[in-house]
């Protein structure tokens, strides 16, 4: 059963700690993305990795750290530097570059981070 | 900055009518329009999705049109059904893969 998996559903933290959210796919995906998701303004790209070992900030990267040592495995730290870290994270991931398929990104059920 | 620009915020429609959704975008290089459907708690699952070297495509009672000239694109969904009842969100992409989404469109279907 392929797929992406984001655990937990829910997490919840005291303000100045750091918080490390999983994602895991067994698509074989070569690319793997975090968006964050508020109310009324779509998803906005945190960090992306086209390859392991290696990753790119996205449009909102201020505050979130990323790993990518396994294919499988994209975690997303996010850091008590992050000034508003209440929010819907989503992962996802794509074939990556080279493929006819390579622009399609499929996404995790998400995690829901309530920093309080 | 939003790079795509997505209207209505919310639409209401009855069971058996059609909804339409609007996008907009300024930046050229966009390739890949696709279009997401996300029902409350869930992730965003790719629904259809365009090319611009195509004015129409269409997936059951799913249909993009896209005006290259006019840098528009937009969802029809025919026959709409409550189980349509979701948040539906435009996006683009170039050959960088990164996607850029609209704020979101959210649907109700009435019986």
């Known amino acids: 059963d392929g797929g992406i998996t984001q655990s937990p559903k829910y997490l919840f933290r005291k303000e100045g700690q750091n918080v490390t959210l999983s994602c895991e796919q067994n698509?074989?995906?070569?690319?793997m993305y975090w968006y964050r998701q508020d109310p009324g303004q779509g998803l906005r790209l945190i960090y992306y990795s086209q390859i392991v070992n290696d990753f790119q900030k996205g449009d909102i990267a201020e505050g979130y750290s990323v790993s990518r040592e396994k294919k499988e495995s994209f975690p997303l730290t996010v850091t008590s530097a992050q000034k508003n870290p209440t929010a819907f994270y989503l992962c996802?991931?794509?074939?990556?570059?080279?493929?006819?398929?390579?622009?399609?990104?499929?996404f995790g059920p998400g995690t829901r981070l309530t920093v309080t | 900055q939003q790079q795509v620009k997505q209207s209505p915020q919310s639409l209401i429609v009855q069971k058996g009518g059609i909804s339409i959704i609007n996008c907009a975008y300024e930046n050229t290089a966009f390739d890949y329009f696709p279009w997401y459907q996300q029902f409350p708690g869930k992730g965003p699952a790719l629904l259809i999705a365009?090319?611009?070297?195509?004015s129409e495509k269409k997936e059951g009672r799913f249909t993009i049109s896209f005006n290259k000239s006019a840098k528009q694109f937009s969802l029809h969904i025919m026959d709409s059904q409550p189980g349509d009842s979701a948040t539906y969100f435009c996006?683009?992409?170039?050959?960088?893969?990164?996607?850029?989404f609209g704020a979101g469109t959210t649907v109700t279907v009435r019986a």
């Open positions: 996802a991931s794509s074939m990556g570059q080279g493929s006819a398929r390579s622009y399609e990104q499929y």
């Open positions: 365009i090319r611009p070297d195509v």
């Open positions: 698509l074989n995906h070569d690319a």
């Open positions: 996006a683009a992409s170039s050959n960088d893969y990164k996607l850029s």
